[in-house]
């Protein structure tokens, strides 16, 4: 089975495990967040850290957030350093894909134990969505 950015995903994947391995478990968030970035452009890719998001409804603005990474302008990467995934955590990156043009979202804990989650959210289901054609 393929999904959508498979391939950039794959490489994102391959640096969480190569910062989880060089760094372990118990530092802050910004500091996976810095190592990721410096990983991730080691393989050549376009990394924005802590880009800025505007979230709409009904085409006005509501709210501003800031993504931990936006990787090649396609995926949303939210780092987490909790003991474990929560729901919550889902939820936040659901709710970015929602109010975003990306797609595809990746979540990933530098826990006790390294975990991430992969998740998509097709355009065509986001009627608050305001594109830049307006």
């Given at each position: 089975m ?15 495990f190569?910062?989880y ?17 410096i ?34 302008n ?7 350093a ?16 929602k ?7 990746l ?28």
């Open positions: 393929t999904y959508k950015h498979m391939e950039l995903t794959q490489i994102i994947l391959g640096a969480f190569d910062v391995n060089a760094l372990g478990y118990g530092f802050l968030e910004k500091v996976y967040e810095n190592a990721m970035a990983e991730l452009r080691h393989h050549g890719l376009y990394v924005e850290p802590q880009k800025l998001i505007q979230v709409y409804y009904r085409r006005e603005l509501i709210g501003e957030y800031f993504a931990d990474l936006v990787v090649n396609l995926v949303i990467v939210e780092l987490k909790a003991k474990k995934l929560a729901d919550e955590h889902e939820a936040q990156l659901l709710n970015y894909l109010a975003t043009p990306y797609e595809v979202g979540l990933l804990n530098f826990g006790p134990k390294p975990e991430y989650l992969r998740r998509a959210y097709d355009n065509t289901r986001k009627p608050n969505l305001k594109m830049d054609a307006d």
